[in-house]
């Protein structure tokens, strides 16, 4: 699972102080070249380098799919050319290329909040190009009154009717749009981890890449929104190929969006979000028990099973609270049934939580951004049991399990230097990895070069 690049600038974006307090050395171009004023075109690019470490940890046994114990580093990249179109007043079309590269800790395996979003998991799929968003996007007016739009790669209006519905057909994450947070979103210039900057209890559906096709209907009001999407599942667990026959495969996803100032002048968003997935997806529990009664393979296997549909759902929570123009707070909460295997973002089955971000308003220097926050994932009595025995999920599997929570704290300073270039340095401290007691502490450093088109 790889990254759903979020442009600089979208609500992906971590909140800004007041351009009053910005000091001359930061008052300079956020972008390498000035982008043209065009009113019916975009382009533009990003470019995302992350290098990543790890010393030794304490590691009595590992398994096929563990977190190398040995001291390892790696460096990822993800290249974007982002482009648009702006048919008419109410009609767009999005196309986005991208090239992902390099390598990931342990080739992504062995950590349920893996440290680097950024990689693909599957290291045999194509380094070539590929399309990663192509969509058609719709407004269709409910009102009158309008409000000024920022302009930004998945949207070119310069103002959007206040009542609307919103329409997109085509390839695109549902990420992108679905459990955003203002101050844990980007890995372009916020947190790393994947279950930092998504629900890792949210098995949303995507292929491999973190891609695919969705029809997404939104309605906008003065005060909340309301978005619910359809999608396509992959034909197996973190898979490349996605399944289109929607009567045995698919993905629901609906998401209440709520804004209102609850601390002073500064307004607070709450998303509660629920998910539906039908898939060819294995049952943990009956896998373990015909696994018991016939030991006809040395360990359990979630996948041995005839092709099926099983259904898994889960519900989330995401709140952000701005404090100061400079300074927010933000935390998420997550759960899913457990019962079927994890099949399309990581192995997490409950997670929660709470940090803390901003901008370098407060010393001059609105567009640097820090970030502190601890997350905390577990998974199902089932799950556990099933990697205890010795069973393999997409992700991880270190032989048998003695379980604990798998809990992460990370941290970062991303630093604009000149125009477009935004270095960052972070840290990332994650006790029992993969659910595992026996195993860990990790400690991992990173380093990150961000540079803007």
Known sequence: MSNHEAPAGDAKGAAEGDPASTSLADDSPVVMFPHAEWDRWWLSG????????????????EGTNSFTPESEGATSRVLTLFTGWRATDTTEFICDVQETGGAALSEALGIAGFPNLDVVRNPTISKAPYVARLMWHQIIPLGSKRVVADRNPFQLF???????LE????????????????????TNFQFMNWTVDNN???DYAADTRGFTFAALIEYH?????????????????NGIHLDADLSRARAENLEVELHRRVVGKQPGTLRLLSYVNHA?????????????AAHATPVPDITDHPLQTTVKYGFGANFEQPVTNWFGVFGRWGWNEGQHESFAYTEVDQTWEIGAGGSGSRWGRRNDRVGLVFVSNGISHDHAEYLGFGGLGFLLGDGKLNYGRENILETFYTLHVWRGF???????????????????????PSIRLHVEF
């Open 167 to 186: 329409i997109r057909f085509g390839k695109f994450s549902l990420a992108d749009f679905f459990d955003l947070n203002s101050y844990g979103s980007d």
């Open 422 to 444: 935004f270095p960052a340095l972070g840290l990332q401290y994650i006790v029992h990895p993969g659910y595992n007691r026996d195993r860990g502490p990790v400690v991992v």
């Open 200 to 202: 890792g209890a949210y």
């Open 158 to 164: 310069r103002e959007l009717p206040e009542r609307r």
């Open 280 to 292: 060819n997806m294995g049952d943990y529990q009956q896998q373990i028990s015909e696994w018991l």
């Open 46 to 61: 990003q470019a995302n380098f992350i290098s990543q470490w790890h010393p030794n940890f304490h590691s009595p046994y």
């Open 221 to 237: 009001d003065r005060n909340f929104a309301i978005r619910f999407a359809e999608a396509l599942m992959p034909k197996v667990a």
